[in-house]
């Protein structure tokens, strides 16, 4: 007789806490949360396993969150992908037994239906997907924790720090045994059926996912510098700092301080700021940099911007650059945003619902399917106009009658 699963799921925690407790009282008290199901959240624990997710030089996690704060080109960007990935309604769509060929919408009161709706109490279903898609647009993961129920079904949708969640690999490195999320607060320990984990491809780190921010971030540093310096320029009344004073005659330790100081005095002080310099007779004042214009400072930003645009997939025309911008050209724009990096996001979203997440609330394999609705989305529509001439080619070929393009134009 083929137990009920909750009793199977209850077995198993069962089993779980026996091999934890004996584990716990044999080491230290520190390390992992205990709270709530600890029991499976600390077995991996004992394990000498591979950890991913702690970098100390320039790919370094916890660096790749303050670019949304100080660049204005990866903010804008990942606003973008952040709201478009959370227009389209997630739904869900079920087969109604394991031979048929074909799926049909699930009610809205579908248990996974439910949870995709209203994955947390504190969350909407939007800011759950904004709040994915700006971390994988920026760490190139994206942790999600499962919180389940008393018969082990998903119940709640935590999603998880980027920065904080380290991925912990079997020493051959072929399969994850699980993460562990840092905060604050301790250590917690997750089993990989616990968690989704949604990442961006890296040739490098099979278990790292590539940020967005990796490839451009020299562009983006120099952008960011070239801003300060200019900033610095002009809280210094525009002054130079690179200027030399060429002496004819040999000075002292002392006079050369007096000179330091009259001439930090000359542009510190804003009053000040447009009083004519006076130098004694022998004196030669000169610039040995270059000027603003010869560093083409507008260039260095919009280098910067172009770089994020094409490593983002996001069309320049969506990060403030205005300029050449017309009703047509942005909606090209829009339409290749969609198709070349929206739908295929959405689609790696998907699979990461549907391989790790509807199994829970299947009764056999493939009885469910999670699917972004984009009926809603004009950039993916044909307009009337493309329609139209569609439609008139059709039928100047001979393909498809003048009745058959009545009719799909709603005119029969």
């Known amino acids: 007789m083929i137990k009920p699963q909750h009793t199977i799921w209850r077995g198993w925690r069962n089993t779980v806490k026996k091999v934890t407790r004996t584990f716990i009282s044999n080491r230290q008290p520190?390390?992992?949360?205990?709270?709530?199901?600890?029991?499976?959240r600390m077995l991996f624990d004992q394990m000498s396993p591979l950890m991913y997710g702690e970098y100390t030089d320039a790919w370094s996690y916890a660096r790749y969150g303050e670019y949304y704060a100080i660049s204005a080109p990866v903010h804008a960007a990942v606003r973008v992908?952040?709201?478009?990935?959370?227009?389209?309604?997630?739904?869900?769509?079920?087969?109604?037994?394991?031979?048929?060929?074909?799926?049909?919408?699930?009610?809205?009161?579908?248990?996974?239906?439910?949870?995709?709706?209203?994955p947390h109490p504190a969350w909407s279903r939007a800011e759950l997907w904004r709040t994915i898609e700006s971390r994988l647009a920026l760490w190139g993961s994206a942790f999600v924790a499962l919180k389940r129920n008393e018969i082990g079904k998903p119940q709640e949708l935590w999603p998880l720090p980027s920065d904080q969640v380290r991925v912990i690999a079997d020493e051959d490195e072929a399969s994850i045994r699980g993460f562990i999320h840092e905060s604050i607060n301790g250590r917690t320990a997750y089993l990989p059926e616990d968690v989704l984990w949604f990442r961006r491809f890296n040739p490098i780190n099979t278990f790292a996912g590539m940020s967005s921010v990796a490839p451009p971030r020299i562009a983006i540093d120099m952008g960011a510098e070239a801003l300060k310096f200019n900033r610095r320029f002009f809280i210094n009344s525009a002054a130079p700092s690179d200027l030399v004073l060429k002496v004819d005659v040999p000075i002292n330790d002392q006079q050369a301080e007096e000179i330091y100081n009259a001439w930090a005095k000359r542009v510190s002080e804003p009053h000040h700021a447009h009083r004519p310099l006076i130098l004694s007779a022998g004196m030669d004042l000169k610039r040995l940099g270059t000027t603003h214009k010869d560093m083409e400072f507008m260039a260095t930003l919009e280098w910067s911007v172009e770089e994020v645009a094409r490593t983002f997939g996001v069309p320049k025309v969506f990060l403030s650059e205005f300029e050449d911008a017309t009703l047509a050209n942005v909606r090209t724009m829009e339409q290749f945003l969609w198709r070349n990096t929206i739908i295929p996001e959405l689609q790696m979203l998907e699979d990461g619902v549907n391989q790790h997440l509807a199994p829970s609330f299947s009764d056999f394999p493939n009885q469910l399917q999670a699917r972004f609705d984009l009926s809603s989305v004009e950039a993916v529509q044909e307009s009337a106009d493309d329609r139209a001439n569609r439609l008139a080619s059709l039928v100047a070929s001979g393909i498809m009658s003048i009745d058959e393009a009545r009719a799909e134009l709603g005119m029969a």
């Open 81 to 118: 992908l952040a709201e478009a990935i959370s227009r389209p309604q997630l739904k869900v769509w079920i087969r109604p037994s394991p031979d048929a060929d074909h799926f049909q919408p699930a009610s809205i009161d579908h248990p996974l239906q439910k949870l995709l709706d209203q």
């Open 30 to 40: 520190q390390s992992v949360s205990r709270g709530g199901n600890a029991s499976k």
